[in-house]
T-cell receptor, first 113, second 114 residues
Framework: GESVGLHLPTLSVQEGDNSIINCAYSNSASDYFIWYKQESGKGPQFIIDIRSNMDKRQGQRVTVLLNKTVKHLSLQIAATQPGDSAVYFCAENSGGSNYKLTFGKGTLLTVNP | EAQVTQNPRYLITVTGKKLTVTCSQNMNHEYMSWYRQDPGLGLRQIYYSMNVEVTDKGDVPEGYKVSRKEKRNFPLILESPSPNQTSLYFC?????????????FGAGSRLTVL
C-alpha cells in the first residue's frame, strides 16, 4: 500500500545549526502535507503545512519544501534550539473525502547544547 | 484555552474489563478522530467522525467502538480490552475545509492492559 516514510529515524545537531528533516511519500494523489512536532509526554503539535500547488512555505524559523517530482518533503529548522528537540512527523492527505491524514513514523531530533 | 481534553491520562486495567476513554474539544470542530501510537508503527487511525452521529472506521478499528452524540465529545470504548491494545492513545479534532485537516491533538492517554 502507499505510505509516508522518513529517510532518517534520528538526527543529532548542535545548538545554532540548521536542521533538515526529510520525508518521502508515495501517493501521487496527495494534495496537502503537514509537519507535526511531538515533545516527550505530549501530543503532536502543528508546525507548518503546504499544499501540493506550492513548492515552499516559510514560517517562523521553519521552512517546508515540497518536491512533487520525486515525492519528497522536507522540514528545515533554522538556528536549532534545545527546545526543538522532539520527534517530528510528516503527514499527508491523499485528498479523499474523509480528510484522512497518513502519518510517517517520525524522526527524533536531538539538539546538543 | 482552545484544547482537546482526554481522560484518563494513565490507566492500567485487566483483560476483559470494559473501559472508556473520554475526549472533549471546546473549538466547535466538526471532525474528530482517535489514533493509537506504538513504537515503530507511528500514529494509526482507529475511528473518525465527520460530524454528530457520523462515524467511520480508520485503519485499526478492531476491538474499539466510538460514538458521537454531541459535537464536542467523542469517547473511545474498549468493550473487552486485550493486551495488544496496550498503547498510547490520542484524540484529535479539526475544522476541515478545502482538503486541509489541521488536527489539534490531546495530550494522550497511556493504557496498559494486563
Amino acid at each position: 500500500g502507499e505510505s509516508v516514510g522518513l529517510h532518517l529515524p534520528t538526527l543529532s545537531v548542535q545548538e545554532g545549526d540548521n536542521s533538515i528533516i526529510n520525508c518521502a511519500y508515495s501517493n501521487s494523489a496527495s494534495d496537502y502535507f503537514i509537519w507535526y512536532k511531538q515533545e516527550s509526554g505530549k501530543g503532536p503539535q502543528f508546525i507548518i503545512d503546504i499544499r501540493s500547488n506550492m513548492d515552499k512555505r516559510q514560517g517562523q524559523r521553519v521552512t517546508v519544501l515540497l518536491n512533487k517530482t520525486v515525492k519528497h518533503l522536507s522540514l528545515q529548522i533554522a538556528a536549532t534550539q534545545p527546545g526543538d528537540s522532539a520527534v517530528y512527523f510528516c503527514a499527508e492527505n491523499s485528498g479523499g473525502s474523509n480528510y484522512k491524514l497518513t502519518f510517517g513514523k517520525g524522526t527524533l531530533l536531538t539538539v546538543n547544547p | 484555552e482552545a484544547q482537546v481534553t482526554q481522560n484518563p491520562r494513565y490507566l492500567i486495567t485487566v483483560t476483559g474489563k470494559k473501559l472508556t476513554v473520554t475526549c472533549s474539544q471546546n473549538m466547535n470542530h466538526e471532525y474528530m478522530s482517535w489514533y493509537r501510537q506504538d513504537p515503530g508503527l507511528g500514529l494509526r487511525q482507529i475511528y473518525y467522525s465527520m460530524n454528530v452521529e457520523v462515524t467511520d472506521k480508520g485503519d485499526v478499528p478492531e476491538g474499539y467502538k466510538v460514538s458521537r452524540k454531541e459535537k464536542r465529545n467523542f469517547p473511545l470504548i474498549l468493550e473487552s480490552p486485550s493486551p495488544n491494545q496496550t498503547s498510547l492513545y490520542f484524540c484529535a479534532s479539526s475544522l476541515v475545509y478545502s482538503g486541509a485537516n489541521v488536527l489539534t491533538f490531546g495530550a494522550g492517554s497511556r493504557l496498559t492492559v494486563l
